[in-house]
């Protein structure tokens, strides 16, 4: 198991990641191709390839098993699709939930 420490910054490093391909997605493809297939339905298509690609498992790296790993592994794309900002809020809540706990 990863501390949580690790966790957050393996997330963190792979929403800013994500969040930077789809800037560059969206100057490469224009306007026309953004307009059929929006910015975060490219985020969704990397954060869940990579979740799966790269074997991240967000609940793993907390310290909690899965029945169903792929399931795991793409609920931690749609987390990693966030961005940076929704990850931050995301560790915030877990913070003052092992504060208030």
Known sequence: MASLSNAVTIIVVFA??????????????????MNIVKAPV??????VLFAL??????????GYSSQF???????????????STGVHELVAKLR????DG
Request: avoid cysteine; charge should be neutral; proline fraction near 2%.
């Open 16 to 33: 800013i990641l994500i969040q930077f391909l789809v800037d560059r997605i969206k100057e490469l493809v224009g306007s026309k191709v």
């Open 53 to 62: 690609m790269f074997d991240i498992d967000f609940f793993a790296l907390m």
């Open 42 to 47: 490219w985020a969704v298509a990397f954060g």
């Open 69 to 83: 790993p792929i399931v795991a592994k793409i609920i931690t794309g749609l987390i990693l699709s966030s961005g």
């Open 96 to 99: 003052e939930t092992r504060v």
